[in-house]
């Protein structure tokens, strides 16, 4: 698969959290996907799994039978690429995320009734003194937090709310 495919798959929020449930579990069916998710019309869900199926994301690793219907259960694929990235491709998945979240936000606070502080809206930047290693061990820190939050299911006072993290190069 090549970077460009990747971006456009990845840049739904709806797959972003389908890819997350299954970093968190490893596999899952589209009923488990579903509790998880329940924000999501199952229409949708099915969809957008399809999506990830043809794009080579997902891959479907188990099959059985349930009440007259097959049942399958997906898991990541390892390595969905056929080639390592160019700088230029990995740039270009930086650029057009940053290019989806400036979207985002700019449909947000078009919307009148948008409260930045009741939607706790948060913008920081903060630069850290860290070797490789304390950076590695913050990262994982930080994966473990959100890996424990992204199998909460929905409804409720629960909303989505997305969280994007960016570690960028120091100045030359």
């Known amino acids: 698969m090549e970077y460009k495919e990747l971006s456009k798959a990845v840049m739904n929020p709806v797959r972003q959290r389908i890819i997350q449930y299954l970093i968190s579990n490893g596999k899952g069916t589209s009923n488990e996907i579903l509790q998880v998710l329940a924000d999501v019309p199952p229409a949708s869900l099915y969809r957008h799994i399809k999506k ?12 059985r039978k349930v009440r007259g219907t097959i049942e399958k259960t997906y898991a990541l694929v390892q390595n969905p690429f056929d080639h390592v990235p160019t700088n230029q491709e990995i740039g270009a998945v930086f650029y057009q995320t940053l290019l989806s979240m400036q979207s985002t936000f700019l449909r947000y606070f078009e919307n009148e009734e948008a409260d930045p502080q009741k939607d706790m809206l948060l913008l920081q930047t903060s630069t850290l003194m860290l070797t490789d290693e304390e950076f590695g061990k ?6 473990a937090l959100i890996s424990a939050c992204s199998t909460k299911k929905g409804g409720g006072d629960r909303k989505v709310r997305r ?3 960016v570690s960028s190069p120091e100045e030359r």
């Open 52 to 63: 990830l199926l043809d794009t080579g994301l997902i891959q479907i690793i188990e099959e």
């Open 138 to 143: 913050l990262l994982t820190d930080i994966g």
């Open 163 to 165: 969280l994007s993290f």
